[in-house]
């Protein structure tokens, strides 16, 4: 699985990011995060707010920080 997080590097990115990996530890998910920063890299995605979650190519959160049990059934 493919997890990647877009940010520029606000406090939401970083919560996201975080609560991402918690979630992926407690779900036991074998996994590569990454966190991604470019600009250009992040509009690749279509995406015009950050933070954003993109598991396997697909944008699933733009704007926002789930809770850790949404982040979870996004990942499952």
Request: hydrophobic share 40%; charged share 30%.
């Amino acid at each position: 699985m493919e997890i990647r997080i877009l940010g520029t590097g606000c406090p939401k990115c970083h919560k996201l990011e975080e609560e991402t990996r918690q979630a992926a530890v407690e779900m036991g998910l074998v996994c590569n995060i990454e966190k991604v920063t470019e600009l250009k890299d992040i509009m690749s995605y279509g995406v015009m707010m950050t933070p954003a979650l993109v598991v396997d190519g697909e944008v699933k959160v733009v704007g926002k920080v789930p809770a850790r049990e949404d982040i979870k059934k996004l990942l499952a």
